[in-house]
């Protein structure tokens, strides 16, 4: 009996890692090319999506995010925003061609702090 409470236990603790595993898993069929500049300049991206496909873009800008938001929204597909620094773009089903979003960020690095706009621009195959 205790050998079983342990074993629920462990399926139960290791329940939230194995979801955000399959999260990243399905929301990563995209190829990404991001040059992200220092707080307070704003910098641009561009990222391959297929149509109806989903893609994770996390904010790796040296330091501490310390807020985030949609600054433009996509026209052809939408943009969610899964925690300060991480968002998900998935595109519209059956639309293949361009589309933009930007996210306003601001944050704290080791050399620069302040706000920066991140423009992306998808290519949906």
């Known amino acids: 009996m205790r050998l079983s409470k342990v074993a629920a236990f462990a399926l139960i603790v290791g329940a939230p890692s194995l979801m955000s595993v399959s999260l990243a898993r399905a929301a990563s069929d995209c190829s990404m090319s991001v040059t992200l500049a220092d707080w307070g300049e704003n910098s641009t991206g561009d990222i391959d999506v297929a149509s109806g496909g989903s893609c994770l873009f996390p904010i790796r800008m040296r330091g501490t995010v310390r807020s985030s938001d949609i600054s433009q929204k996509p026209v052809h ?31 704290q690095g080791p050399t620069a ?13």
């Open 77 to 107: 597909g939408k943009l969610k925003r899964l925690n300060v620094s991480t968002y998900e773009y998935t595109a519209k089903a059956r639309y293949k061609g361009s589309d933009t979003f930007a996210i306003k960020a601001t944050g």
């Open 113 to 125: 702090s302040g706000a920066s706009v991140i423009t992306v621009h998808a290519t949906i195959k």
